[in-house]
């Protein structure tokens, strides 16, 4: 039976899994014990954390016991119509006295009740052997973390401080910067949204490269052609790998939950342009029919109980 279920189901192999989904017929009440440690010579002043649809940031506790850590119950309350949303964008911002630390969270269906993130925060010094330093980090989860943060605050040094952001070391590290934020928005069970101030870095310098050839040249050493675009199409598909969990839910006769989230997707890829569909469809090899035909077993399996 088993078998005969994962070859009419899709079984998607991932590289990232879906966070939360919200329907514009549903009304979604969640809430999530939020557990921030902020890795700093210096514990932050406060850390807050607001969606972008909520007027006010909600602030989490520092902990009595260590200075370092801040908690704090976060919910998400959906009732909008009209609309559909994969994911509830969050940002969680860990403030300093001269300085600040973002980072951009999907919060929604799917999640531990209980998160626990770490912020980084340094002082970053411009020199080359720095991001030498940066781009010696390992490839697991807590270094990925660490090199977004670093990487970022370094390319903003040589951005905004320094005013060289055509610099070759700026490239450098706003490609690790990139590759990183891609990694964290694309990784398995991700709470990550991707950073949308190194898009637009990233889509800036595409734009220069097409207009300047010594730029090009420069620029053409650390970032193949396409790629940007590429890596950037993967983020946006990746939240639809939440199908690969529907054979799981009718393996074990979750058929309701199965048929819920089935219908969840369809409705929400019905609503997106023709773009993302292709990028669904060329990722996370989801489309249209594929939901509807989920649909349908699922629908002859409850018929049988």
Not at 19 to 45: N, Q, R, T, W
Not at 92 to 121: A, T
Not at 252 to 273: C, G, P, S, W, Y
Request: net charge neutral; hydrophobic share 35%; with cysteine.
């Amino acid at each position: 039976m088993v078998m005969q279920m994962r070859s009419r189901i899709l079984v998607v192999f991932i590289t990232a899994m879906a966070l939360s989904f919200y329907s514009s017929y549903a009304c979604a009440d969640l809430s999530f014990e939020m557990i921030v440690h902020a890795v700093s010579g210096k514990s932050p002043e406060d850390v807050t954390i607001q969606g972008n649809d909520e007027p006010n940031p909600t602030s989490l506790s520092c902990d009595a016991s260590k200075s370092s850590i801040f908690r704090g119950t976060i919910t998400r309350v959906d009732e909008k119509s009209g609309s559909q949303q994969l994911r509830a964008p969050y940002t969680l911002v860990g403030r300093w006295e001269k300085s600040s630390e973002e980072l951009y969270l999907g919060l929604g269906l799917g999640l531990p009740k209980k998160l626990e993130i770490e912020i980084f925060h340094e002082e970053v010094s411009e020199s080359p052997a720095t991001l030498d330093a940066i781009e010696a980090f390992g490839k697991d989860y807590r270094n990925q973390l660490k090199r977004y943060f670093v990487s970022r605050g370094y390319h903003r040094k040589w951005r905004y401080e320094l005013d060289l952001e055509c610099h070759q070391v700026a490239l450098r590290s706003a490609k690790l910067w990139f590759d990183s934020a891609v990694w964290l928005a694309s990784r398995n069970n991700t709470i990550f949204l991707m950073d949308q101030e190194i898009v637009e870095i990233m889509k800036e310098y595409e734009e220069l490269a097409k207009k300047d050839m010594k730029f090009n040249q420069r620029y053409r050493k650390y970032v193949p052609p396409k790629y940007v675009d590429g890596m950037i199409g993967q983020t946006i598909a990746a939240p639809f790998s939440v199908v690969s969990t529907i054979p799981m839910l009718v393996e074990t006769r979750r058929l309701d939950e199965a048929m819920e989230l089935n219908t969840q997707v369809k409705t929400i890829l019905a609503d997106q342009t023709s773009t993302t569909k292709q990028l669904v469809e060329k990722h996370q090899r989801v489309n249209m029919d594929l939901l509807k035909n989920n649909e349908n077993y699922i629908q002859s399996l409850k018929g049988k109980q």
